[in-house]
């Protein structure tokens, strides 16, 4: 019989010891039962870590097809090894420094505060490997919601160098100061900030506005795609030029595995600690991630759709809204999908809804060019789910979850007739926090790279689409993204200039077709091959 099943140990021991047997015998039993369940308990929460894991990495999966699909065919290739660098970038990074920085040399016994973890660098003296793939998977999360907002216009190099930057540094200070208990504004202090801390339950505040907020502050500083915002001389376009994405197909599948995904962000989350209410806080968490995420689509589905028939008269249901407004649902409902009633996640996702409405618009209206739409989304909604803790965290979640529940949400006091804001207090806090501490390091951050000629890529490069510039080959094109043959000409013979300069400066002859002809004869080869496959049915 297994340890798992036996409700009464005592009586059990009692029964397989006999009548006779001594104290000390029953006792030793008893032991052996409690320690065989505490094991058993510690490898199941060891493998439900793991695989929470696995299903956030596999949102990895869930943000290149919605990049892929946003995306023209011709900057495909490019996108999507953009999210691959994120996963990659991020696991070195958050290997030798980040997962030190956000969590090393933890005690939750003191109440000092510290700014950054010191110890455990590259995972020296860790001995819970669950926990820091759980948290690699988060950051390299964070990471990868800017590939989106920069697409078709950003060089390789540089998108490395962010990633690196964001998970070695600028997220691990973050998720210090939020989740680790000896964070300034952390709800698992035995002394947090004005007795309640920051309630952020899987990252609203600490993956989706941090990601979400430097993918504001790229797109400020890289500036719009070619044609976006203004014509070929530079002219303002008074309507903006949309920008369609290749495959539909694609964004929808991967939405859909983000949301599976979002399941292993949530509900893994409530796994982390001891606390013996996990399963139930884990199912309910589950529970609220699916209403808000329903409530979200609908509402950014058929608001866009009202709005469509009062301004145009020409509605339609696009497919668009709906795919984005259930991100925002998840997003929104990420930092309280633990200590919230799942009336109120419905009333979150459905809020997010209208966010994500106003968010997207606003974004055009600043001439902000963002191609997934990632700022209203995560930055937007990520601040909205944060706050909407401060109204709606219930007293009998918050004590299953941080064992108190005297500071529950403005909603709650009210109704208990009183109005303590303090819970809503520490969520502004926290917030301005994030923003800052984003914009002091990643603002100059990206400037620096603009400044050194290594953020955005060549005028040319983007016409010509970055899959022919970075990968070698023509791009696959659709029927919205023909390129006029004279830029793939100038594109190679600028591309056989540079490979020419470079032979000169090590001392090697130039090629044979560029002395003869100066690089226009495999000029008038791509031409033909371009005309070649825009006529091909």
């Given at each position: 019989?297994?340890?798992?099943?036996?409700?009464?140990?005592y009586?059990?021991?009692k029964?397989?010891?006999?009548e006779?047997?001594?104290t000390d015998?029953?006792?030793?039993?008893?032991t052996?039962?409690?320690?065989?369940?505490a094991?058993?308990?510690?490898y199941?929460?060891?493998?439900l870590v793991?695989?929470?894991?696995?299903?956030?990495?596999?949102m990895?999966?869930?943000?290149?097809?919605?990049?892929?699909?946003?995306v023209?065919?011709?900057?495909?290739q490019?996108?999507?090894l953009k999210?691959?660098?994120?996963?990659?970038?991020?696991?070195i990074?958050?290997?030798?420094v980040?997962?030190?920085?956000?969590?090393?040399?933890?005690?939750?016994?003191?109440?000092?505060?510290t700014?950054i973890?010191t110890?455990?660098?590259?995972l020296l003296?860790?001995?819970d490997?669950?926990?820091f793939?759980?948290?690699?998977?988060?950051s390299?999360?964070?990471?990868?919601?800017?590939?989106g907002?920069?697409?078709e216009r950003?060089?390789?190099?540089?998108?490395?160098c962010?990633?690196?930057m964001?998970?070695?540094?600028?997220?691990p200070?973050?998720?210090?100061?939020?989740?680790?208990?000896?964070?300034?504004?952390?709800?698992?202090?035995i002394?947090?900030?004005?007795?309640?801390?920051?309630?952020?339950?899987?990252?609203?505040?600490?993956v989706?506005?941090?990601?979400?907020?430097?993918a504001?502050?790229a797109?400020?500083?890289l500036?719009?795609?070619r044609?976006?915002?203004?014509?070929?001389?530079?002219r303002?376009?008074?309507?903006?030029?949309?920008?369609p994405?290749h495959?539909?197909a694609?964004?929808?599948?991967?939405t859909?595995?983000l949301?599976?995904?979002?399941?292993?962000?949530?509900?893994g989350?409530?796994?982390?600690?001891?606390?013996?209410?996990?399963?139930?806080?884990?199912?309910?968490?589950?529970?609220?991630?699916?209403?808000?995420?329903?409530?979200?689509?609908?509402?950014?589905?058929?608001?866009n759709?009202?709005a469509?028939?009062?301004?145009?008269?020409?509605p339609?249901?696009d497919?668009?809204?709906?795919?984005n407004?259930?991100?925002?649902?998840?997003?929104s409902?990420?930092a309280?999908?633990?200590?919230?009633?799942p009336?109120?996640?419905?009333?979150?996702?459905?809020?997010a809804?209208?966010?994500y409405?106003?968010?997207?618009r606003?974004l055009?209206a600043l001439?902000?060019?963002?191609?997934v739409?990632?700022i209203?989304?995560?930055?937007?909604?990520?601040?909205?789910?944060?706050?909407?803790v401060?109204?709606?965290a219930?007293?009998?979640?918050?004590?299953?979850?941080y064992?108190?529940?005297?500071?529950?949400?403005l909603f709650?006091?009210?109704?208990d007739?009183?109005?303590?804001?303090?819970?809503?207090?520490?969520?502004c806090?926290?917030?301005?926090f994030i923003?800052?501490?984003?914009?002091?390091?990643m603002?100059?951050?990206?400037?620096?790279l603009d400044w050194?000629?290594?953020?955005?890529?060549d005028?040319?490069?983007e016409?010509?689409?970055?899959?022919?510039?970075?990968?070698?080959g023509?791009?696959?094109?659709s029927?919205?993204?023909?390129?006029?043959?004279?830029y793939i000409?100038?594109?190679?013979?600028?591309?056989?200039?540079?490979q020419?300069?470079?032979?000169r400066?090590?001392g090697g002859p130039?090629s044979?077709?560029?002395?003869?002809?100066?690089?226009f004869?495999?000029d008038?080869?791509v031409?033909?091959?371009?005309?070649?496959?825009?006529?091909d049915?």
């Amino acid at each position: 019989m297994g340890s798992s099943t036996i409700q009464d140990p005592y009586g059990y021991c009692k029964e397989l010891e006999g009548e006779d047997a001594s104290t000390d015998e029953i006792l030793r039993c008893v032991t052996n039962i409690l320690a065989r369940d505490a094991g058993s308990l510690q490898y199941s929460r060891t493998v439900l870590v793991v695989f929470s894991a696995s299903l956030v990495f596999f949102m990895q999966a869930g943000f290149a097809m919605v990049c892929a699909g946003a995306v023209r065919k011709k900057n495909v290739q490019n996108t999507m090894l953009k999210n691959l660098l994120d996963a990659c970038g991020a696991a070195i990074a958050f290997f030798t420094v980040g997962y030190a920085f956000a969590y090393g040399g933890s005690k939750p016994e003191s109440s000092e505060k510290t700014f950054i973890g010191t110890q455990n660098f590259f995972l020296l003296d860790e001995e819970d490997y669950a926990f820091f793939l759980f948290q690699y998977a988060f950051s390299a999360a964070s990471a990868t919601i800017v590939a989106g907002t920069l697409a078709e216009r950003c060089q390789m190099a540089a998108y490395l160098c962010y990633s690196i930057m964001l998970t070695g540094w600028v997220y691990p200070v973050i998720a210090h100061s939020i989740w680790s208990p000896n964070g300034f504004l952390s709800a698992h202090s035995i002394d947090p900030l004005w007795g309640v801390g920051m309630i952020d339950f899987a990252g609203s505040g600490v993956v989706h506005v941090t990601g979400g907020t430097t993918a504001l502050f790229a797109t400020v500083i890289l500036g719009p795609r070619r044609g976006r915002f203004h014509d070929d001389t530079g002219r303002r376009l008074e309507t903006p030029r949309e920008f369609p994405g290749h495959s539909m197909a694609l964004q929808m599948l991967g939405t859909f595995i983000l949301w599976f995904g979002w399941y292993g962000f949530n509900c893994g989350s409530a796994l982390l600690s001891d606390n013996i209410y996990g399963s139930d806080v884990a199912a309910l968490a589950g529970v609220n991630t699916t209403l808000a995420a329903g409530s979200a689509g609908i509402v950014a589905l058929f608001l866009n759709l009202f709005a469509l028939e009062r301004y145009t008269g020409e509605p339609y249901f696009d497919l668009k809204y709906a795919m984005n407004g259930v991100l925002c649902g998840l997003v929104s409902v990420t930092a309280g999908c633990g200590v919230l009633e799942p009336w109120a996640a419905v009333v979150i996702g459905s809020i997010a809804g209208v966010l994500y409405i106003l968010g997207t618009r606003g974004l055009v209206a600043l001439r902000l060019d963002d191609a997934v739409d990632a700022i209203p989304v995560h930055m937007v909604n990520g601040i909205w789910g944060t706050l909407a803790v401060g109204f709606f965290a219930s007293p009998r979640q918050l004590l299953k979850v941080y064992g108190r529940d005297d500071h529950p949400g403005l909603f709650y006091t009210w109704r208990d007739g009183n109005s303590d804001a303090l819970l809503l207090g520490t969520q502004c806090v926290g917030i301005l926090f994030i923003l800052g501490w984003v914009f002091v390091i990643m603002f100059p951050f990206f400037i620096w790279l603009d400044w050194k000629g290594w953020f955005r890529s060549d005028a040319l490069e983007e016409i010509v689409g970055l899959d022919t510039s970075y990968h070698g080959g023509l791009a696959l094109m659709s029927d919205g993204d023909e390129i006029n043959p004279e830029y793939i000409s100038a594109y190679r013979q600028k591309k056989q200039e540079k490979q020419d300069g470079l032979r000169r400066r090590k001392g090697g002859p130039q090629s044979d077709t560029t002395r003869e002809t100066g690089g226009f004869e495999e000029d008038h080869d791509v031409d033909h091959d371009v005309d070649e496959e825009q006529n091909d049915p």
